[in-house]
Structures are given as structure tokens and as C-alpha cells.
């Protein structure tokens, strides 16, 4: 069974810093590329930041320069670093693997975790 589950969200002043943690299962995680992507009431799901198998990294505009993602293979983990929080970060975020396979994509999600930032 495929599993994506998200850890680290919470309630954080702006400025703050806060870690996510995605663990994995159930698949090959490092053929996979992982993703970070958050949703807010009302919006779109939109893409926060993105780490392929080799370890190229690709972000979000609004993100770029504050976030940080990373992983780690041998314990199937994917990370979002966050730093200098502002208001409009507050959105669940959500963990992603993809990989493009002979009849369309290979695509997981976890369940989300929530992050407020908020004084």
C-alpha cells in the first residue's frame, strides 16, 4: 500500500520556522520525484517546490530563497525547510510523489498537514 504521511505542521509566528517531514511506503521512493504543494481555503492547490530523484530542485517564486526541500533516500523522507514565515503560507500542505510511466502519471498524495502562521 502506497503511503505518503505528512508530519511537522502547527501554528507558528511570522518569521517562524517550521520543518515538514513526508514519510513514504509502499513504492520505489528513489525513482520517484517529490513534491511539497499547499492549498488555501478557497484556492487552488498550487506547486510550492519540487526535488527529482538525482536531486534537482525547482520552487515557487513566492517561496524562493525561504524554503528549502530535501531528502533522503535511505529513510524514504522527503523535507520542507520553512523559514521567515508570512501570513500567506497558512494553507494545508500536502506531499507529493510523481513519475511519468508508458500510459500517463504515476501520482500519490498524503493527506495534508496544516500550517497557520499567524501572531
Known amino acids: 500500500q502506497v503511503q505518503l504521511v505528512e508530519s511537522g505542521g502547527g501554528l507558528v509566528q511570522p518569521g517562524g520556522s517550521l520543518r515538514l517531514s513526508c514519510a513514504a511506503s509502499g513504492f520505489i521512493f528513489n525513482i520517484y520525484a517529490m513534491g511539497w504543494y499547499r492549498q488555501a481555503p478557497g484556492k487552488q492547490r498550487e506547486l510550492v517546490a519540487t526535488i527529482t530523484n538525482g536531486g534537482s530542485t525547482n520552487y515557487a517564486d513566492s517561496v524562493k530563497g525561504r524554503f528549502t526541500i530535501s531528502r533522503e533516500n535511505a529513510k524514504n523522507t522527503v523535507y520542507l525547510q520553512m523559514n521567515s514565515l508570512k501570513p500567506e503560507d497558512t494553507a494545508v500542505y500536502y506531499c507529493?510523489?510523481?513519475?511519468?510511466?508508458?500510459?500517463?502519471?504515476?501520482?500519490?498524495w498524503g493527506q495534508g498537514t496544516q500550517v497557520t502562521v499567524s501572531s
Open positions: 507529493n510523489a510523481a513519475r511519468l510511466v508508458l500510459f500517463g502519471r504515476d501520482d500519490y
